[in-house]
């Protein structure tokens, strides 16, 4: 198995789509769901849209992607929410996990937020999603009220990170 080091990270808006499908569908299995058929039936919140300038990942975000023995194994959505820098889709492969790609992905997104001039990072997180939350905690995340009350009826636990 590669090593760590092997593991680098860059913004990469044009690996987005193949991760964020990968990361649906595996979410999907994991909530005990089917995977999507194809990328064209992705929700639209998933979607990733080069023609529009204000569009999710627009900067000051963007979209990192880690590389192991340079194939993308995982990436991670940033975007503005007000002042704070909103964390989106955070996911790494099964095959690169163990190797610390989550933690190298949430550290750059961190030195981008601050890049940015943002106070904090937030996020949501569905509450199954154990593994996702034990990280964002290890990293310093805390427990937040919800940040937006935009999130349909979808229980999300919201978490916070001081930069």
Known sequence: MPTPSTVTVADDLAAAPPLLFAY???TMVEMGGQPWATPDELPDFFRVDYDDPDGYYAAPGG???ARLDGTPVGGVGYHLCGADMEVKRLYVAPEARGHRVARMLMDALHDR???AGSPRCVLDVLPQRTTA????KALGYRAIPPYRDDHGPIPLDCFAYDL
Do not use: D, K, Q
């Open 24 to 26: 649906y569908n595996a």
């Open 63 to 65: 979209y990192l992607v």
């Open 113 to 115: 937020a601050r890049a």
């Open 133 to 136: 939350i034990g990280l964002y």
